[in-house]
């Protein structure tokens, strides 16, 4: 995912650079799943493996990294935290709406402004209540229903809406966890990350396969073998990126940076087909996003 940091001045259009090629990585991931897909394999499989092989390449980089993890207690909540962002929001972006499950999943300035509160014991300024004050305004016209009060009240209605409120909570803790474990070695920070989507994915696949409620992974196939390949190269860049790019720009402007994730997977959802605009999105989603951007600018 995308641990927020800040380092030495310099290099400022090659950071933002890098950091806009991560949103991007991020914003079009939709894509691929849904083309993993089409091959049969569920986006839960498609994640475990994806995460099992961005976790192997950092256990061949540094080795050092597994004894980290394993004696830090604290590490293991990201495990968990990340691991059910990443399942959470690949399911959703696969068979729901894009525009909404993006949307949706970017409450996460709400969930963070209450998760600080309760783990970093950080106070509870105007401002905080002014970006949850947005996020919430914003998530009720996205979830206002079409036939009004009358056809109930504004939540998720459906699966893919209850995986993007879902993996937005837990990106929130995620991004919180980080900030209190700043201090751990990022090499561990990323094992734990990437370990996560592994685990957590993968058990909850399992667990649905054995019932019966999602396919069994496919035969080998050279394409979506090859598929689950090119993503975790992609993830594992886009991770990198966010590392240089966040060492070199103050964590605000990283995270202002950040939300044109939205417009990635808005835009190029709308354009193929995989999401719709209305009136009520557009205006829930840019207090959603003016949420997140004041979120970047404390």
Partial sequence: ??????????????????????????GLSWWPF????????????????IYTLAAAVITA??????????????????VLASGTTNAAFNWGV???????????????????VLLARWLLHEPLTLRAGLRVGLALCGALIVLWPRGGPADGLPLPRSLPEWLAVLGGFTFALNNVLLRRESHQPEAARALAMFLGGAVVAGALAALLAAQGTIPAPPAPGAGWLLGCVALATAFLAGNLALQFGAAHLPAHVTAVVMITEVLFASASAVWLGAGELSAG??????????????????
Avoid: C, E
Avoid at 36 to 49: E, I, N, S, V, Y
Avoid at 61 to 78: E, I
Avoid at 96 to 111: A, E, I, N, S, T
């Fill in 281 to 298: 999105l557009v205006v829930g989603g840019l207090l959603i996003v003016a949420a997140a951007v004041l979120s970047g600018l404390d």
């Fill in 34 to 49: 849904r083309a993993l897909q089409a091959q049969g394999l569920h986006p839960l499989w498609a994640t475990a493996l």
């Fill in 94 to 112: 696969t068979v729901g709406d894009v525009v909404r499950v993006v949307l949706l999943f970017y409450l996460m300035p709400l969930w963070a």
């Fill in 1 to 26: 995912m995308r641990p927020a940091g800040s380092g030495p001045s310099g290099g400022k259009g090659w950071a933002v650079a890098a950091l806009a090629l991560n949103a991007l990585a991020w």
């Fill in 61 to 78: 980089w540094r080795p050092a990294a597994w004894p980290q993890l394993l004696h830090t207690r604290s590490l293991w909540m990201l």
